[in-house]
């Protein structure tokens, strides 16, 4: 439902996927950060595109929503 409210052409769905993320998608998160060093966790706002598509990469998961969820965190992270 949440989801749904968020669905548009204009990527308002990205904020849709961060308040209430699939299963599917929820473990890919997991995945990702599971194999992030202590250095990138604690670093994770700063992290560029690159760095987000090889951590993506080794883990196996889709780049597109990885990126989403880290950006998703820097911002909330900024606002605080």
């Known amino acids: 439902m949440v989801r749904n409210q968020f669905k548009d052409l204009e ?3 990205e904020l849709g996927m961060l308040a209430c ?6 473990e890919e998160l997991k ?3 599971a ?3 202590k250095s990138e ?6 992290l560029t595109d690159d760095q987000i598509e090889k ?3 080794d883990a196996q998961i889709d780049p597109a929503n990885f990126a989403i969820f ?4 820097a911002i ?5």
């Not at 880290?70 to 965190?73: D, E, F, L, P, V």
């Open 21 to 26: 993320p699939s299963f599917e998608e929820l």
């Open 70 to 73: 880290i950006n998703g965190y």
């Open 11 to 13: 990527g308002s769905s």
């Open 41 to 46: 966790k604690m670093n994770a706002v700063s």
């Open 35 to 37: 194999i992030m060093t």
């Open 55 to 57: 951590i993506a990469e």
């Open 76 to 80: 909330h992270c900024k606002k605080g």
């Open 31 to 33: 995945k990702g950060v």
